[in-house]
């Protein structure tokens, strides 16, 4: 499983830097150069605020195998990073889609749930 997490994070790499990763028996032999690459995408990885007034909302979801368990979450924050509105909820059995789907319901009904972010 280890070995696998390690390839897909060089495919990211070879897909944001393709002339610094050309081999990946180079990038899997070599643990110092994973451990450096995780480094650098905790650096990359950071919230990007919306521009001012707007509001952003950022999900995520997450299902069991191709059909399983599905959980979402997100969160609502104003463009100085002030968490507005946070949610986390277990959706039933479904597919990576329907999840999908039942992100963008929750986030859509907390958000229409407060006159006042309309306003905005």
Partial sequence: MFELSKLRTFWWCQNNWPEQFSSEFYFLANPALFRVVLSVHKLISRWCPPTLDPLKFNVDGA?????????VGGILRDHFGKVLASFSVLVGKMDATSAEIAIIKEANRIFLSNPKWLSN
Avoid at 63 to 71: D, I, M, P, R, T
């Fill in 63 to 71: 299902v069991k195998g191709s059909f399983g368990a599905a959980g």
